[in-house]
């Protein structure tokens, strides 16, 4: 039986993997890579978009972006991953919080600000994305909570590393 200290490294491999499959994830989108985001989806895999938009399956996901990509100058994911639980051995949850910056621009905009959210499942030692969920971070009537979110995912854009 493996001891605390091997599922600690296995726990930070499975944290690590998921961020990765996440940065990968807005890459893509960064990219307007309508095939590659899809990828990186379970075949049953579902999007859920910042208008509440609800897409399931690769197929889907890829035919659901691609004219997006293709009609809309669409702005760039800045990101911070906020925490990554491991639910069971092949299964983890990551929450994050994005702003956009279009492409005209050099800053957020504090209106497109959403919190993420990821389930990832591992299947032949392949992470891919379950669900994938891009809210709205409105935070109606707590305009100090938007102005907080905002100046943080401003120093992730300034710093130009991801969260």
């Known amino acids: 039986m493996a001891d605390s200290t091997d599922d600690g490294a296995r726990r930070t491999a499975f944290e690590n993997d998921v961020r990765a499959l ?3 994830l807005l890459e893509r989108w960064n990219e307007r890579d309508a095939a590659g985001m899809a990828a990186l989806f379970a ?6 978009g910042f208008d509440g938009s609800s897409v399931d399956g690769r197929g889907a996901i890829e035919a659901h972006l691609a004219p ?4 809309h100058p669409t702005p760039a994911f800045v990101a911070k991953v906020k925490k ?3 639910l069971a051995e092949d299964v983890a949850l990551l929450r994050a919080v994005a ?3 279009p492409p005209s621009a ?8 959403a919190i993420q959210t990821l389930v990832a499942a591992r299947r ?4 891919q994305i379950e669900l994938f969920q ?30």
Do not use: Y
């Open 68 to 71: 997006i990509f293709r009609d």
């Open 134 to 163: 891009n809210t709205p971070a409105a935070f109606h009537g707590r305009p100090a909570e938007v102005d907080a979110l905002s100046e943080e995912l401003r120093a992730v854009h300034r710093g130009g590393a991801p969260g």
């Open 124 to 127: 032949h030692s392949q992470w």
């Open 106 to 113: 050099s800053d957020i905009v504090p209106a497109l600000n």
């Open 84 to 86: 990554v639980r491991v």
């Open 43 to 48: 075949g049953h895999g579902t999007m859920v």
């Open 99 to 101: 702003g956009m910056v």
């Open 22 to 24: 996440h940065q990968a």
